[in-house]
């Protein structure tokens, strides 16, 4: 939780009583003026923090709908954005679940977006398709395009909201399976639990160095700014890279490395 300090000075260490009152209680006539200064200082600080948590709050908008009118897969005429104190609030309405998923990946990637209220409406304009059929839509998709057959997979399908159990090679297939679910007519939410179960065994400092060789492939010399992390195939990146782009193409490289369970993405884009 984030939290706030005001810093008053040195010679201000204790509460600002009020003016005619000391701290034993006794009333001592006029305010010195060294009180009243302290009580200035405090209020143009809450005004100055205020202030800049309003600046902060405009940015992190700006660059939202600036995201989404450079990515093609939303319409960001289709989406507003607000946002109070760090918290996001997304309306709008799409006309099909990606489109919603991307707004909101959107969102939760903008540093300094403490939390996302996703509250777009899914309106696909055709009736939605019958639960099982969905399902049906789903186990084939995945069968053919990701290699998941129903003995590693098992899906549900309630009211239009896919459920994904079983265990998959990598986190590339995980993540593939529930981009590939998300283009499917009907769909209107995904769970994704599935489990990464690498098929062979691989140490962390070999995973990291796979890591650390895709990354420098993909972006050359700008991946001295990258840090890698990984810790039982759980891998964390921190550091800077120039743009989104950067950003999407580690994440891609990262998730396609074998022995790689889980990904951490925290870099942040220079500015």
Known sequence: METTEYFLGPIYPGPILPHNVSKNGKNQGAPTEATEIAREFRRRSVLEENRNMDRKDEEIKEEIVDQLVWDSRVDASDVSVRVTKGVVSLEGEVSDYSSLETAEDIARGTRGAMLVENRIILDTGVPRPPDDEIRATVMRTLNELCRLGPQRLNVSVEEGRVALEGNVPTLWVKERAENLCSLISGVSGITNNLVVVPT??????????????????????????????????????????????????????????????ALQDETEIET
Do not use: P, Y
């Not at 990291?208 to 990258?226: D, F, H, I, S, Y």
């Not at 810790?231 to 074998?258: C, F, H, I, P, W």
């Open 200 to 261: 062979e065994d691989i140490k962390d400092t070999a995973v990291a160095a796979a890591v650390k060789n895709a990354v420098e492939r993909r972006l050359g010399t700008r991946a001295q700014g990258v840090t890698v992390h990984v810790e039982r195939g759980v891998v964390t990146l921190s550091g800077r890279v120039s743009n989104k782009r950067e950003q999407d193409a580690v994440r891609e490289v990262v998730s396609a490395t074998r022995g790689v369970n």
